[in-house]
């Protein structure tokens, strides 16, 4: 069993680039080399301003490696939701969106020759539940209503027996990381140029550019791409109020027939499933970050609810849902944009965010900026969850503080000081130790060691650190290993 994602494991790794060791002024800086800044970076192309790509780690390492990798505008009962709290004309403008980013994406595959695993591929939503046989239907008619033809199942295709469902065509499958690695490729120029193992440390808001540090040397821009699962510089913003970390499980599984669709249930827990190759894909066990400590309970969890006891890969992704369920991409300042938010459906609305984030930049109307606009404001009252988002907010962090060294699994790790400085220590199966700082350094939550994939888990806002703590997700741009 592989504790990585099979994207990771199935990809050709051989395209490096150099980390930044020079002072450069950019017209354009994209922070973040996931799917959303891979896609901007794709969309300037041809254009003479000068734009850097800047990523903490490699291309293509952070969430966007993680996913499912479904390309749908089916998203569970989304449709409904958006109906209630913005009405008919927003939920067909968010249908609209996302159909329009399926276009874009089959458009740069068949135009640039991209070999990505691409395949068209039915999306079915369905329930196991008859209490939830109305919402499906509601579902239905919704979709319906927007002339997209959809047809109702008693089943899956793989045979999986199902209280009621539906399906629709036209939606897609791909392979993230050799999409994102392909489209890099064929943008990087003279004036294009992409930088990895590159963290922004701090912003600096100049007159009519922005200064962003690294660890060795400064950028000056004067337009950012903040492309990035969690921004860390956006303390201002009230993020932890407009959001909330949602971490899943996904595994894959050798099957003998492999099957050309994708589905996902209506209920919790939640069940996602699509195929790849010999291999069935399955994602369970979404989440409340804060809520989500226990990673092993989690993978039981999911085996329970799935069945799935034989796996030949497991690991896990964050998600950063939004309140009202739209993502948030367009300026939250001058000539700062911000792109996240994606609720679990990152694929369609990161490559969605590179074309608006080139109107906005380029002074161009886009229909769907008021709808995902970051400042936009939040109807309250309509919003369910609001008031267990700010709970789980102050829980997690609250948590981190008083429950220190939290740890599941019979004494390892083990948690001391050494030298007055609090430290976790690691031993694995060689008999090696393996010894961090017990804090994470965004905002000095304690750390919990994930036993599923060894490494340690900030359990406020999701940075994640291997085993000798080299950081390697955000919001953390440090690393913690114990020197």
Not at 14 to 22: F, I, V
Not at 114 to 119: G, N, S
Not at 412 to 418: Q, V
Not at 449 to 476: A, Q, Y
Request: hydrophobic share 35%.
């Amino acid at each position: 069993m592989k504790n990585i994602s099979i994207w990771q494991d199935t990809v050709n790794d051989s395209d490096k680039y150099e980390a930044l060791n020079e002072n450069i002024d950019v017209d354009i800086l994209i922070i973040g080399g996931g799917i959303t800044g891979c896609s901007t970076f794709y969309q300037f192309r041809d254009d003479n301003r000068k734009i850097a790509l800047v990523e903490k780690n490699r291309i293509g390492s952070g969430a966007s490696s993680r996913s499912s990798a479904k390309i749908t505008f089916l998203q569970e009962d989304i449709y409904t939701r958006l109906k209630y709290i913005f009405g008919r004309d927003k939920s067909y403008l968010y249908y609209r969106s996302q159909k329009e980013a399926l276009k874009i994406v089959s458009d740069i595959v068949k135009n640039e020759n991209i070999d990505c695993d691409f395949k068209k591929s039915k999306s079915y939503l369905y329930t196991l539940d008859s209490l939830n046989v109305k919402k499906i239907d509601k579902e239905r008619n919704i979709v319906s209503s927007f002339r997209e033809k959809t047809t109702p199942i008693k089943k899956l295709p793989n045979g999986m027996r199902v209280e009621a469902g539906f399906y629709v065509n036209d939606t897609y499958i791909f392979h993230p990381l050799k999409f994102i690695k392909e489209i890099v490729k064929k943008s990087i120029s003279l004036n294009h140029r992409v930088y990895e193992n590159t963290k922004i440390i701090k912003t600096e808001k100049e007159d009519n550019y922005f200064k962003c540090y690294t660890e060795k040397n400064i950028i000056k821009a004067k337009k950012i791409v903040l492309a990035l699962h969690y921004p860390y510089f956006l303390l201002p913003y009230l993020m932890p109020l407009k959001c909330y970390l949602e971490k899943s499980f996904l595994v894959c599984s050798s099957v003998n027939s492999s099957y050309d669709f994708n589905a996902i249930n209506i209920e919790k827990p939640l069940k996602s499933m699509r195929y790849y190759n010999n291999y069935l894909l399955t994602v369970s066990s979404s989440t409340n970050l804060a809520f989500a400590s226990n990673s092993r309970m989690m993978l039981d969890d999911l085996e329970d609810s799935t069945g799935i006891t034989n796996y030949d890969y497991v690991w896990s992704n964050y998600d950063l849902m939004t309140l009202d369920h739209l993502p948030l991409i367009g300026f939250i300042d001058d000539n700062l944009i911000l792109s996240t938010g994606y609720n679990t459906w990152g694929n369609s609305n990161g490559i969605l965010a590179s074309t608006i984030i080139k109107d906005l930049i380029n002074n161009k109307y886009n229909i769907y900026k008021e709808l995902f606009d970051p400042r936009r404001a939040f109807n309250k009252q309509k919003l369910i969850n609001y008031p267990l988002n700010i709970f789980s907010n102050i829980y997690s962090f609250i948590d981190s503080k008083v429950n220190k060294n939290k740890t599941f699994y019979n004494g390892n790790p083990r948690f001391t000081r050494i030298n007055g400085s609090a430290v976790a220590i690691y031993k694995d199966d060689k008999g090696n130790e393996h010894i961090v700082y017990n804090k994470c350094p965004h905002l000095k939550c304690s750390l919990v060691f994930n036993e599923v994939e060894k490494t340690w888990d900030c359990p406020c806002h999701g940075s994640r650190f291997d085993l000798d703590g080299k950081c390697i997700m955000g919001p953390s741009n440090y690393d913690i290993g114990y020197k």
